[in-house]
């Protein structure tokens, strides 16, 4: 059971209902002093408590009889000096190594909180933070894991709703690797969060990454905001910009949306409430076609029917549909003629939603079908990742410190590798 305390030796183990007490220690061995060399005698021992990995719901303690040595030598400014056992614990630790390591894991894979963790350690969320965190900062400082990214997604993400002044800025920008592997299968992993959203945030970053880096990048997906675009004109001039599709398919939802409300509020002069026959069909509107059952198709047509005016919002859905029946298409040039039918309709559309929808994507034209042409950048990885970042964002609302929302959503998107 004690795998991963390869340094010390088991002493004993007592056992109690909901704990368990492992006392270790080295085996004797000759200790030079750090300072001169000169051998030092023994100055006794020090018990020293550290948290180790539960075992279910049993606590385990591990009681370290630690060493402690005195510098002979008159000169000498070393004096008294303890053992150190950096396999076992940091210097000035009180969680074991491997405890660390757990608690990393479960944070990543099983979407556990450091306070929930903490609870299981009988420590501190301070104690258990201050532990974590310079392993994570070593593996975010570690360039290499920038390495082999040749398609980059970048995305706004919104940290806190709070204020400003109190908390910085709102908005992050969040940089991902949208790479495929040998099997053409995409693993999305969040890069990085950078404060603002701005053409500076995102180009100092990819100007920080070094010309290697921004060299084999041969795609750029971003979201249609024009700094991001700015940004990679100047960083990134050789890279393919391509407006990414997940959150095309966002613009066009929010469009139908808007005009559920808008139609709302005309025919019933107030906001939608239960027995409205627009009410309640917002799911179905936000859902792909093909994906909806009888009855929600049977609910949706009641609803639409309902009056003559939610025929627009039956048009903007439509166009909704439009445009991720493009994205959709099986065959890339298919879905590229459904795409440019979309911009050469849209804006021309009476319900000025749909109308200034297609402006947009006008004004986006290149990097709209630049995703037809470059292979295709499929929803989920964005998705997946924008998904895993709103999951710990909830889980780690307490994290009032950029810098360790930066290591944690990091971790959470798997942007460190350990
Ligand atoms: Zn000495």
Same mark, same amino acid.
């Given at each position: 059971?004690?795998?991963?305390?390869?340094?010390?030796?088991?002493?004993?183990?007592?056992?109690?209902?909901?704990?368990?007490?492992?006392?270790?220690?080295?085996?004797? @061995? %000759?200790?030079? /002093?750090?300072? /001169?060399?000169?051998?030092?005698?023994?100055?006794?021992?020090?018990?020293?408590?550290? =948290?180790?990995?539960?075992? #279910?719901?049993?606590?385990? %303690?591990?009681?370290?009889?630690?060493?402690?040595?005195?510098?002979?030598?008159?000169? /000498? $400014?070393?004096?008294?000096?303890?053992?150190?056992?950096?396999?076992?614990?940091?210097?000035?630790?009180?969680?074991?190594?491997?405890?660390?390591?757990?608690?990393?894991?479960?944070?990543?894979?099983?979407?556990?909180? *450091?306070?929930?963790?903490?609870?299981?350690?009988?420590?501190?969320?301070?104690?258990?933070? %201050? &532990?974590?965190?310079?392993?994570?900062?070593?593996?975010?400082?570690?360039?290499?894991?920038?390495?082999?990214?040749?398609?980059?997604?970048?995305?706004? +993400? *919104?940290? =806190? +709703?709070?204020?400003?002044?109190?908390?910085?800025?709102?908005?992050?920008?969040?940089?991902?690797?949208?790479?495929?592997?040998?099997?053409?299968?995409?693993?999305?992993?969040?890069?990085?969060?950078?404060?603002?959203?701005?053409?500076?945030?995102?180009?100092?970053?990819? !100007?920080?990454?070094?010309?290697?880096?921004?060299?084999?990048?041969?795609?750029?997906?971003?979201?249609?905001? #024009?700094?991001?675009?700015?940004?990679?004109?100047?960083?990134?001039?050789?890279?393919?910009?391509?407006?990414?599709?997940? +959150?095309?398919?966002?613009? #066009?939802?929010?469009?139908?949306?808007?005009?559920?409300?808008?139609?709302?509020?005309?025919?019933?002069? @107030?906001?939608?409430?239960?027995?409205? $026959?627009?009410?309640? *069909?917002?799911? *179905?509107?936000?859902?792909?076609?093909?994906?909806?059952?009888?009855?929600?198709?049977?609910?949706?047509?009641?609803?639409?029917?309902?009056?003559?005016?939610?025929?627009?919002?039956?048009?903007?859905?439509?166009?909704?549909?439009?445009?991720?029946? &493009?994205? +959709?298409?099986?065959?890339?040039?298919?879905?590229?003629?459904?795409?440019?039918?979309?911009? !050469?309709?849209?804006?021309? /559309? $009476?319900?000025?939603?749909?109308?200034?929808?297609?402006?947009?994507?006008?004004?986006?034209?290149?990097?709209?079908?630049?995703?037809?042409?470059? #292979?295709?950048? !499929?929803?989920?990885?964005?998705?997946?990742?924008?998904?895993?970042?709103?999951?710990?964002?909830?889980?780690?609302?307490?994290?009032?410190?950029?810098?360790?929302?930066?290591? %944690?959503?990091?971790?959470?998107?798997?942007?460190?590798?350990?």
């Amino acid at each position: 059971m004690l795998l991963g305390l390869s340094e010390v030796s088991v002493e004993s183990v007592e056992r109690a209902e909901t704990s368990m007490t492992v006392t270790v220690s080295t085996p004797w @061995h %000759r200790m030079g /002093c750090p300072d /001169c060399g000169v051998v030092a005698p023994s100055r006794g021992r020090r018990r020293r408590v550290l =948290h180790d990995v539960p075992h #279910g719901d049993v606590r385990v %303690r591990l009681v370290w009889r630690q060493r402690m040595w005195r510098c002979p030598e008159a000169g /000498c $400014p070393r004096g008294t000096f303890t053992e150190q056992v950096p396999t076992l614990v940091a210097a000035r630790g009180s969680i074991t190594v491997r405890a660390v390591a757990w608690a990393i894991g479960q944070l990543r894979r099983e979407h556990a909180t *450091i306070a929930g963790l903490a609870r299981r350690l009988a420590v501190s969320w301070w104690a258990l933070w %201050r &532990a974590i965190k310079p392993v994570l900062e070593r593996l975010a400082g570690d360039e290499s894991r920038f390495a082999g990214v040749r398609s980059l997604g970048v995305d706004e +993400h *919104i940290w =806190h +709703h709070g204020d400003r002044h109190v908390r910085g800025p709102k908005e992050l920008t969040g940089m991902v690797d949208l790479t495929r592997d040998e099997k053409g299968r995409v693993r999305a992993r969040l890069l990085d969060l950078v404060p603002g959203r701005s053409k500076k945030a995102y180009a100092d970053w990819l !100007n920080e990454r070094g010309e290697a880096f921004r060299a084999k990048i041969a795609v750029a997906a971003l979201d249609p905001f #024009g700094g991001y675009k700015a940004a990679i004109d100047d960083q990134l001039a050789d890279a393919t910009a391509v407006l990414d599709a997940f +959150h095309v398919v966002k613009l #066009g939802t929010a469009v139908v949306d808007e005009v559920r409300r808008r139609v709302q509020q005309d025919t019933t002069g @107030h906001r939608g409430r239960k027995g409205d $026959p627009l009410f309640g *069909i917002q799911t *179905i509107l936000r859902a792909g076609a093909e994906h909806l059952t009888d009855k929600q198709w049977a609910r949706l047509t009641r609803a639409l029917e309902a009056n003559d005016a939610h025929e627009e919002v039956f048009v903007a859905w439509q166009c909704a549909q439009d445009l991720r029946a &493009a994205y +959709h298409a099986r065959d890339l040039a298919d879905g590229r003629k459904l795409a440019e039918h979309v911009l !050469n309709s849209f804006h021309t /559309c $009476p319900i000025p939603e749909v109308a200034r929808l297609g402006r947009t994507l006008r004004r986006w034209r290149d990097a709209f079908l630049a995703y037809f042409d470059t #292979g295709r950048q !499929n929803n989920g990885p964005t998705e997946a990742v924008n998904g895993l970042i709103e999951l710990h964002r909830r889980l780690a609302r307490g994290y009032r410190n950029y810098d360790n929302y930066r290591l %944690r959503m990091l971790l959470a998107a798997g942007g460190l590798t350990t």
